[in-house]
């Protein structure tokens, strides 16, 4: 009778083995589980970043305005009524500038 429990308890367990060890077993399972929400979150945060340049390509098209901003903050540009000022620090460094555009 001993006998019989014993092989019977070594059979369940090596039943068992896969189930938790083996190729999709349940511990692989939940390290994939695992890396896929991580990946969810890396993905959310790629797709706002896309939904913001689709915006920004989107007013870039359609309005003169933030064309006139890009200009003014990425080239320096200035417009035909605008007069250009720059103020010294005081302690005589000379500040870092863009070159004028023609």
């Known amino acids: 009778m001993r006998l019989i429990l014993l092989v019977l308890i070594g059979l369940f367990l090596l039943i ?11 511990l692989s399972v939940q ?4 890396k896929v929400s991580e990946q969810q979150a890396a993905n959310e945060g790629l797709r706002q970043r896309n939904l913001a340049m689709e915006a920004e390509v989107e007013d870039l098209r359609s309005g003169t305005e933030a064309v006139e901003e890009r200009a003014r903050t990425d080239l320096g540009l200035l417009s035909d009524e605008e007069v250009y000022v720059q103020i010294l620090p005081a302690d005589g460094e000379k500040p870092e500038t863009k070159p004028p555009t023609p």
């Open 16 to 26: 068992q083995y896969p189930l938790w060890f083996g190729q999709g077993g349940w």
């Open 31 to 34: 390290a994939l589980k695992a």
